[in-house]
């Protein structure tokens, strides 16, 4: 039990949370918005890799860190674009094209990657993002050193997260949004566009996926190797059905996962005995319980996955 | 009269091979009420569709208060005050009545939702009409009647002064239609115009100043209601004469479906409690009352769909256990679902796909689906039943909800049930088709089918039932004779009153 407690006691620990579930955050958010419109975007796996290897490279070739967030940014909204000419356009599974554009983005990442940079013993490094040091907040004991020592884009996560629940439940547009992702049909006798909607929060949603991409090449590492992303996009789908489509409720489970994953790390360092495969193995475990039980009253919106026509019953 | 507010001019409206609406002009005053009538598949919707922009019209315009509205653009409708009531419901069941009634109406870049001046701009219309509502109720949670309300407010709340409804009373009680007529009359006589459509001549002739047939896409009369009988429009919708088959006495068979105590509990509400009835082989029994009484899963439990919390179901005097929908369809129980576009048809399916579903092994052959003999089996159905406005081959979708009902009684029909339960088998059918769909259920009691009716329309029932049992809040009443009914005593049953049913109880 002292292990335990002497774990959660740890300054470190708290801040491992935070650094972790940024990424998280940022796909959720993403694959969220796309989803209450009504599309389901499975290519955010891809569109995280593409994010996280174009954000880096911009920086390697001397852009600032901020110019490579918005790179990536950039290309995850071209990507977001890719995904609804299929899905609302063409009307195409969204499963399908969703899985397309990951295979695409992922196996694009390494080429570009390899085009620009050779094969090498140890990959080339970025400066990346530091942590800023938040007057009097920084230098309080203990909440300073687990809440205050976080670089930029895990503050601006946090932001963004807040503004997208204002947004989806406060705003005509974030109505509009929630009406597209119910009922179609209805949104456009009210006289709004589903289409536009879609292409919308389709491509805002893929550049935030993108974000999340680049935080783990910008600032939580400072290099890019191809399978670096490692199912988070997979996460984040699942976060979405926890959060049962609120934002606010995305963060806390981003966070929920999060805490699991810097738990079990420290777990497998003063746990012998146990292979660590083990450990690995509990966060995912773990979230599988918790979507169990949160996705029982979850709402989904009622037109999810559903192609909108114009002009048809 | 003065200047019309709307007029429509020479539309036309070409789907594919059929030419939906063909030429139709008509027009509609200041504080005038219009109903549209026609068979199924005449072009009502389509027609309205285009008057709100959800079709671009291939010719033709429409004016409102002398100026042409852009066509193709709901937006530009609702801003020339045209509201509009469809005939599928467009509202989102997640989202609550406020929300439902808000969408779009305010700039979309605005940074924050007016919520408390539209809540009480939505209260006072909601009072001034005597339309109740709580705008903060989640759609989902509201009976048809009530959504149906919110679609009228909805218009409303745009400030609509022309209010389409595409046939508003289709699902609602008699008592819902009368309020909602009232409601509607009121409308009129402070100002507004409508057009609603419908297939209930009663209605029509009630509520109605003036009335204008469509029949294969072109207008072919218009009258005045004063100037006009029950008798003349039906004539002027179908082309001919019609007139309702009539029941010819007979002795039914043996019991083939017995229910005892049954009780359904869905999430702790009792929904079905003690029901008690028998089905004989060449009758019809009627199960009569308002919906929302618990028919519902009463079909869904003799359908396989539901299953049953207690009680005893005998089919063909064995009793049995848990029935599946496999169970239901080998024992010979054909069925006619309440929601047809939900559990009756696969809409995205051709018309042949939905004919042989249910019977697969049927149409297959070393695993493989027959495709020839499930067309022809299709097309008989198309033949047989007047199913209008589709192919075998034909997405099942487009066609109009009157022909789809006809495609699922075909469907069940054809394959002689020997038991066939139906659950409001006329809804939304043209004076035509419903003579022609209770001429079939009256053939399949001559050969021997035993036919439970549910429904809430007394003309029906009383012309169809050889018994009859009103449900009231999941439970039934005794049966009682058909030679012992006349529509006020169903009156009294429907609202619970048993005592005169009692004393006409005679177990089968
Ligand atoms: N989007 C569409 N694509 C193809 N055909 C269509 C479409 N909409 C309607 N139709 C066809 O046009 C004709 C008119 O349909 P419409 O829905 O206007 O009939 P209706 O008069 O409203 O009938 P009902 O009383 O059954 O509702 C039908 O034959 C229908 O199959
Ligand atoms: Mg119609």
Redesign the pocket.
């Known amino acids: 039990m002292s292990v335990v407690f002497d774990i959660l006691a740890s300054a470190g620990l708290w801040a491992a949370i935070l650094r972790i579930a940024t990424p998280l955050i940022f796909g959720t958010l993403g694959a969220l918005l796309c989803e209450r419109a009504g599309v389901l975007n499975l290519g955010i796996e891809g569109i995280m890799t593409f994010g996280a290897m174009i954000g880096w490279l911009a920086v390697f070739h001397g852009a600032d860190l901020w110019t490579g967030v918005l790179v990536a940014a950039i290309s995850g909204a071209l990507f977001g674009v890719l995904h609804s000419l299929l899905t609302v356009t063409l009307g195409l599974s969204q499963h399908v094209s969703g899985l397309g554009v990951t295979l695409f983005a992922s196996s694009f990442s390494y080429y570009v990657f390899r085009l620009v940079v050779p094969v090498a013993g140890t990959p080339p490094t970025v400066m990346p993002f530091q942590p800023i040091d938040i007057p009097a907040l920084s230098s309080l004991p203990f909440i300073g050193p687990a809440f205050f020592t976080q670089t930029a884009p895990t503050y601006l996560a946090i932001v963004v997260a807040l503004i997208m629940a204002y947004i989806i439940f406060h705003t005509p547009v974030g109505l509009a949004i929630r009406m597209t992702g119910e009922n179609p049909h209805a949104a456009e006798a009210q006289g709004v566009n589903p289409m536009k909607v879609r292409y919308g929060t389709v491509i805002v949603g893929s550049a935030l996926m993108a974000v999340g991409g680049a935080f783990l090449t910008l600032s939580a590492f400072n290099s890019f190797f191809p399978t670096m992303v490692q199912g988070r996009g997979w996460i984040c789908i699942a976060l979405v059905v926890f959060a049962s489509w609120r934002p606010g409720r995305a963060l806390f489970g981003a966070l929920l996962f999060a805490f699991f994953d810097a738990f079990q790390l420290r777990l497998q360092t003063v746990v012998e005995g146990v292979p660590y495969q083990i450990f690995l193995m509990t966060p995912y475990i773990l979230s599988i319980f918790a979507l169990a039980l949160m996705a029982r009253r979850a709402r989904v919106p009622q037109a999810l996955m559903q192609p909108y026509r114009r ?3 | 009269m003065t200047t019309p507010v709307l007029e429509i001019i020479g539309v036309s ?1 070409r ?2 091979d ?1 030419l ?2 063909d030429g139709i002009s008509m027009s509609l005053g200041k504080g005038e009420i219009v109903a549209l009538l ?12 285009i008057l709100f922009g959800h ?1 671009v019209p291939d010719d033709g315009q429409i004016r409102i208060d002398g100026e042409e509205l852009p066509p193709g653009k709901p937006r530009a409708a609702i801003s020339a005050g045209v509201g509009m009531v469809h ?1 599928h419901f467009s509202l989102a069941s997640n989202l609550t009545v406020l929300e439902n009634v808000m969408t779009g109406t305010e700039r979309l870049w605005k940074l924050w939702s007016a919520t408390q001046a539209a809540r009480k701009k939505l209260v006072s219309i909601a009072e001034r009409f005597g339309l109740k509502i709580d705008p903060d109720a989640r759609l989902g949670d509201l009976s048809v009647g009530e959504q149906q309300r919110v679609e009228i407010l909805k218009a409303l709340y745009n400030d609509a002064r022309i209010l389409i409804l ?2 508003p009373t289709a699902v609602l009680t008699n008592i819902e239609a009368e309020r909602l007529f009232a409601t509607l009359k009121d409308m009129a006589r402070q100002g507004l115009s409508l057009i609603f ?1 419908s ?1 209930k001549l009663d209605e029509v002739m009630a509520a109605a100043h003036r009335i204008v047939v ?1 029949r294969g ?1 072109k207008v072919v009369a218009g009258r005045k209601a004063s100037e006009t009988s029950k008798a003349e429009l039906a004539e002027l919708m179908v082309g001919r004469r019609v007139t309702r088959p009539v029941r010819e006495p007979s002795t039914p068979g043996a019991v083939v479906l017995e229910v005892r105590d049954l009780g359904v509990r869905i999430g702790g509400v009792e929904r079905l409690k003690d029901v008690d009835f028998a089905l004989r082989e060449g009758e019809v029994l009627g199960i009569i009352g308002v919906s929302g009484n618990g028919q519902v899963p009463l079909a869904r439990v003799l359908s396989g769909t539901l299953a049953r919390t207690s009680g005893e179901i005998l089919l063909y005097g064995e009793p049995v256990g848990h029935l599946s929908v496999g169970d239901v369809v080998d024992a010979g129980i054909g069925r006619v679902p309440e929601d047809r576009n939900g559990e009756g048809v696969i809409g995205e399916m051709s018309i042949w796909e939905n004919a042989v579903l249910e019977r697969l092994p049927a149409y297959s052959h070393n695993g493989l689906v027959d495709r020839k003999a499930g067309m022809a089996f299709a097309k008989s159905i198309i033949d047989a039943f007047d199913v ?3 192919t075998p081959a034909s ?1 099942t ?8 009902q006809k495609l699922i009684l075909g469907r069940n029909l054809s394959h002689r049930p020997r038991i066939l339960i139906a659950a409001q088998p006329a809804r ?3 004076e035509g088709a419903v003579a022609a769909v209770h001429a079939r259920i009256l053939e399949a009691r001559k050969a021997g089918t035993a036919v439970l009716l549910i429904s809430e329309d007394l003309d029906e029932v009383i012309s169809l039932a050889d018994r009859i049992q009103a449900i009231v809040a999941g439970r039934l009443s005794p049966p009682l004779d058909a030679g012992r009914i006349d529509a006020r005593r169903l009156g009294l049953m429907m609202s619970g009153d048993w005592s005169h049913a009692a004393e006409a109880t005679h177990a089968p």
């Open positions: 002009g048809e019953r | 409206k789907f594919g059929t939906a609406n026609g068979e199924n598949g005449a072009g009502k919707t389509t027609l309205m569709s079709y005939q595409d046939e459509i297939h469509l896409g209008r406005g589709g997405g979708r487009l066609l109009s909800g009157g022909n789809m939304g059918l043209d």
